[in-house]
């Protein structure tokens, strides 16, 4: 049977005849099935992401409320977001918003993994409960945190309650609104995360902790100088993604909060989609600035991982 | 930490029980709160566990609102994006890792790079582009952009890579051209790849938010993240409604999330060729 690529290069005149079977020989001159197979992801891609990255980058310098017609304005938007407070707010609440899920996923999910790789019995079914969240829809997630956080019915302030604590207006209080979110991003992400560290821990030889043992030092001194250092590539791809993650953040933030009380949960793409329809410049110019700073982010994590090796 | 914290076990284990509850009680909260009624929720006698199991909130959200159409629209999109990276994706993979072809290195690279670039930050322009093609308030808007994707490249292309040269070859020597290869001797060994990637992207698609909710005026468009983002905000909160919409809205992914398992499972004991 003729392969497709060869049906179609032969529809072109493109192949010489006689060469419907091809063996591994012939095979060495690939170009045309090459970039055939290729071909069809590279459009979608080149289409649907570089094109409209490049179209990010012009329309930056536009003016344009997606009705009129545009003017070019050069570095105008980027002066106007960065004098603007609702972007440097929202700039600062990312960051912030970012440290506290960071903190927050990392912690839990290296307690939940040495947990777990004490007691492998009970593992498989902490991964299926701490894991569930990862898979359900962000705005569900949002959805059900939203009314856990209810002041006067939701189940937060029901618990406190229980134990004799007053509750709190979570998300519509100005300082509690956005650790209130950051939690929705722990509870989803801490066991994916820590199932990635459990990976880690097991790599490391046991027979490291028995000499530490026999050398008298403590479960402390063996966690700081064993484990952390062991398990710090597992913990650098963790960290990545996080921070990738974090920067990122919007769903949760747009159902919960939109943004608010005041500007006290608008995050940088939050502030994108508020300006995307009325103000394609600046809502342009945002987009350049967060994708400078993934990718100041990532150069400087290939920088540093060179340097280490 | 193995041997020598054996005697901290209990701690261990109260940490464990601990961090489930932490991660189920709002999956069970959301279950709950589904099958009672709003007087349940919010009267005075209220109860954290239903009196009585209703359905009413089903029954409401399904009649009351476009909930099928929103469910069925979400089944299409996913469905068509999953198909949509299952070939075109696994074609890519074969050709970047298969086939030596001038350029390879070049389009390689370039894959790689959009790795980076978040879709959030293309939501402008990728928006404008739909409006040129006419495509906002259709499923093309929804679909046709994430028909590949890199990471489904780049995952499958990791995959391909680790089988041997031989069976291409032994293909070649029976007489088996690049798609017969690839369908009948390459896929069958991919299995868990291939399943990887459909459910990520399953996952994703069906969780997607930001996209679909620009994309889409029209209340029958809508998928289902974004129909209950929308309801939520029309009325006062009915949570009874919105609890049942969610549960509707996670049960798909979680039995995915089932399938999950067992294909990584699979992956690891099938394994047709050992050299």
New interface residues.
């Given amino acids: 049977m003729a392969s497709l690529t060869d049906l179609r290069a032969h529809r072109r005149g493109q192949v010489a005849d006689g060469r419907r079977r091809s063996t591994p020989r012939r095979r060495s001159s690939g170009t045309l099935a090459g970039w055939l197979s290729v071909a069809p992801a590279l459009l979608v891609i080149l289409g649907f992401t570089f094109y409209p990255m490049v179209q990010s980058m012009l329309l930056s310098t536009d003016h344009w409320n997606l009705l009129g017609p545009k003017t070019f304005v050069g570095a105008d938007n980027y002066r106007t977001i960065l004098a603007a407070g609702s972007f440097r707010d929202s700039m600062v609440n990312t960051v912030v918003f970012t440290a506290i899920t960071m903190v927050g996923t990392y912690v839990l999910a290296l307690a939940t993994a040495m947990a777990a790789n004490r007691e492998l019995a009970s593992a498989r079914l902490v991964r299926t409960v701490t894991v569930l969240p990862a898979v359900i829809p962000m705005v569900v997630a949002g959805l059900v945190w939203k009314w856990m956080y209810e002041p006067d019915h939701g189940l937060v302030n029901t618990m406190a309650g229980l134990f004799g604590a007053d509750g709190a207006r979570w998300l519509f209080d100005n300082h509690l609104a956005l650790p209130a979110v950051a939690v929705v991003s722990i509870w989803k992400e801490f066991g994916i995360y820590a199932l990635i560290l459990l990976g880690g821990l097991q790599r490391i030889p046991d027979e490291i902790y028995e000499a530490a043992t026999i050398d008298r030092a403590g479960p402390w001194r063996q966690f700081r100088s064993i484990t952390l250092p062991m398990l710090r590539p597992a913990s650098a791809a963790v960290f990545l993604l996080l921070l990738f993650n974090s920067f990122k953040v919007f769903d949760q933030v747009w159902v919960m909060t939109e943004g608010g009380p005041g500007n006290a949960t608008l995050t940088v793409v939050t502030f994108i989609y508020t300006k995307l329809l009325s103000d394609v410049g600046v809502a342009s110019a945002a987009s350049v600035v967060l994708f400078a700073v993934l990718l100041a982010l990532t150069v400087l994590r290939h920088w540093t991982t060179r340097k280490e090796s | 930490?193995?041997?020598?914290?054996?005697a901290?076990?209990p701690?261990?284990?109260l940490?464990?029980v601990a961090?489930?509850v932490?991660?189920?009680?709002?999956?069970l909260?959301?279950a709950l709160?589904s099958f009672q009624s709003m007087d349940d929720?919010?009267g005075t006698g209220?109860h954290?566990l239903p009196g009585h199991l209703s359905f009413d909130a089903y029954g409401e959200v399904v009649r009351a609102y476009p909930f099928l159409q929103w469910f069925l629209n979400s089944v299409l999109v996913a469905g068509a994006v999953v198909a949509g990276n299952l070939?075109?994706?696994t074609?890519?993979a074969?050709?970047?890792s298969r086939?030596?072809?001038?350029?390879?290195q070049a389009?390689f690279t370039?894959?790689l790079a959009?790795l980076?670039?978040?879709t959030?930050?293309?939501?402008?322009?990728?928006?404008?582009?739909m409006r040129d093609l006419g495509w906002i308030d259709t499923y093309w808007a929804l679909i046709?952009?994430?028909?590949?994707?890199?990471t489904g490249?780049f995952l499958l292309r990791q995959h391909l890579v680790t089988l041997p040269v031989q069976l291409?070859?032994a293909a070649?020597?029976d007489?088996?051209?690049?798609?017969?290869?690839l369908v009948s001797i390459l896929l069958p060994n991919s299995w868990s790849a291939l399943g990887t990637v459909a459910v990520l992207k399953f996952?994703w698609t069906?969780?997607e938010?930001?996209w679909p909710s620009?994309v889409t005026n029209d209340e029958l468009l809508r998928t289902?993240?974004?129909g209950?983002?929308r309801f939520?905000n029309q009325f006062a909160?009915r949570?009874d409604l919105?609890?049942a919409g969610?549960v509707l809205?996670?049960i798909p992914?979680?039995l995915?999330?089932v399938l999950l398992?067992r294909t990584f499972v699979r992956g690891m004991t099938g394994g047709a060729v050992k050299e």
């Fill in positions: 930490m193995a041997k020598p914290a054996r901290r076990r701690l261990s284990t940490w464990l961090v489930s932490f991660a189920g009680l709002p999956v909260w959301m709160t929720l919010v209220r954290l070939v075109f994706d074609l890519a074969y050709g970047l086939v030596r072809f001038r350029g390879r389009v370039l894959i959009t980076m670039i978040p959030q930050v293309i939501l402008v322009p990728l928006y404008l582009f046709v952009p994430f028909l590949a994707s890199p490249i291409d070859e070649a020597i007489g088996a051209g690049r798609l017969r290869t996952m069906w969780g938010f930001a620009l289902l993240p974004v209950l983002a939520q909160p949570w919105l609890m969610s809205a996670a992914v979680v995915c999330f398992q």
